[in-house]
C-alpha cells in the first residue's frame, strides 16, 4: 500500500498517513517556466496499491491536471492498483445540460481521470450521487455526514428543524434529520436565474422557535447557504447552524458567512481553508 498527495491539500493527506501511521511516498511536483507540470514518484512503486490523495479544488483545473499527470506516473511506473482519492470533486455540479449547447463536464472528467489510468475512484459528498455513473471503474462514495452528525450531537441542540436549502438537497437533509432523533425537515424553494446567484423564494414547512440546521453539500459563493439563512430568521428561527461537507468558499462567502446569519457555520477539511476565510463562528472538522 502506498499514499501519495498532491499540492492541492497536503495537511489532510498527512493526517490520513498518520492515521494510518504511514508516511507518504515522496514526490517531486513542480513548474516549467511556461506553467506545464512536472511529476516524479522518488520511490519505486512497483506493484503497490497507490492511493493518490487530490482533492480538484481552486485551482480546479491545474489540481485535476496535476492528478492526471500523478495518475499516469504512477501507471507508467508499475503500480499494481491505482485509487484516485477526491475528497472534493471539481466540476462535479456540471452533470446534466440545462441548456442547449452545454457540455456535461462532469461526465468528460470522469473520463478523462479514467483515461489516465486510475482503476478505482473514492469520492467524498458528490454534488449528485449519479455522477458515480460517470466512471466506468469501481467507485466509493463516501460521506462528510457521520462526522458532522457526531459534531452536532455533542451540542445536544434541542427543538431542531434540518433545512435544505434547496429542493435538489431533500434527500440528503432528509437523511440528516433521521440521525438527529428524526428532527422534522423545512425546504427552501431556491430558484437560479443566473449562475453563482441564489434567490430565494418560499420555505416549506415549519420553523418557528427553532434552531434550523442547513445542510448542503458545499458552501461555494455562500449565496444559497445566507440566502436560506436570511429567509430562515424571518420566519422566525431561533439559531440557524450551516453544515456542508466542503467549504469551497468564493469571494465573497466569507463576508456573508461571517455577516451574523449564523450561530455557526460547520464544514470539514476537504479543502484546505486559507486564513483569510477563518471566521469566529466557523467550525472545521477533519474526514482525514
Ligand atoms: C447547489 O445545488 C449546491 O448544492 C450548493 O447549494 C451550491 O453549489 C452552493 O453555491 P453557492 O454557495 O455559491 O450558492
Same mark, same amino acid.
Given at each position: 500500500l502506498c499514499l501519495i498527495s498532491g499540492s492541492a491539500n497536503l495537511p489532510? +493527506?498527512?493526517? #490520513? *498517513?498518520?492515521y494510518l501511521s504511514m508516511e507518504l511516498t515522496p514526490t517531486v511536483?513542480?513548474?516549467f517556466a511556461d506553467g506545464e507540470i512536472y511529476i516524479q514518484i522518488l520511490e519505486s512503486i512497483r506493484g503497490c496499491d497507490v492511493y493518490l490523495i487530490q482533492?480538484?479544488?481552486r485551482p480546479v483545473n491545474d489540481h485535476l491536471m496535476e492528478l492526471m499527470i500523478m495518475i499516469d506516473a504512477c501507471r507508467r511506473a508499475s503500480a499494481r492498483q491505482i485509487t484516485a482519492v477526491l475528497p472534493y470533486s471539481g466540476y462535479a455540479r456540471a452533470d446534466r445540460k440545462t441548456a442547449g449547447r452545454e457540455s456535461i463536464t462532469a461526465k468528460l472528467v470522469a473520463n478523462l481521470i479514467t483515461k489516465a489510468g486510475a482503476d478505482r475512484v473514492l469520492a467524498m459528498d458528490l454534488h449528485s450521487a449519479q455522477v458515480q455513473g460517470f466512471f466506468d471503474v469501481p467507485l466509493d462514495h463516501v460521506y462528510g +455526514?457521520? $462526522?458532522?452528525l457526531d459534531y452536532l450531537q455533542s451540542k445536544q441542540l434541542s427543538d431542531i428543524v434540518v433545512v435544505s436549502p434547496d429542493v435538489g438537497g431533500v434527500g440528503r437533509a432528509r437523511a440528516f434529520a433521521k440521525q438527529l432523533n428524526d428532527a422534522p425537515? @423545512? $425546504?427552501v424553494d431556491k430558484r437560479r436565474q443566473v449562475h453563482n446567484v441564489a434567490e430565494v423564494m418560499n420555505l416549506i414547512g415549519e420553523v418557528q422557535g427553532k434552531? @434550523? #440546521?442547513? #445542510? %448542503? %453539500?458545499?458552501i461555494d459563493t455562500a449565496g444559497t447557504i445566507t440566502e436560506a439563512a436570511k429567509l430562515l430568521r424571518k420566519? *422566525? @428561527?431561533r439559531q440557524v447552524y450551516a453544515c456542508a461537507t466542503h467549504a469551497v468558499f468564493s469571494p465573497p462567502a466569507h463576508e456573508r458567512l461571517s455577516s *451574523?446569519?449564523?450561530e455557526e457555520v460547520i464544514v470539514t477539511n476537504t479543502i484546505p481553508l486559507v486564513d483569510e476565510n477563518r471566521f469566529p463562528q466557523l467550525t472545521v472538522l477533519s474526514v482525514a
Open positions: 489532510l +493527506s498527512q493526517e #490520513v *498517513g498518520q511536483c513542480k513548474r482533492p480538484t479544488c +455526514s457521520p $462526522i458532522l425537515l @423545512a $425546504i434552531t @434550523a #440546521v442547513l #445542510v %448542503d %453539500d458545499m420566519e *422566525g @428561527a *451574523g446569519y449564523f
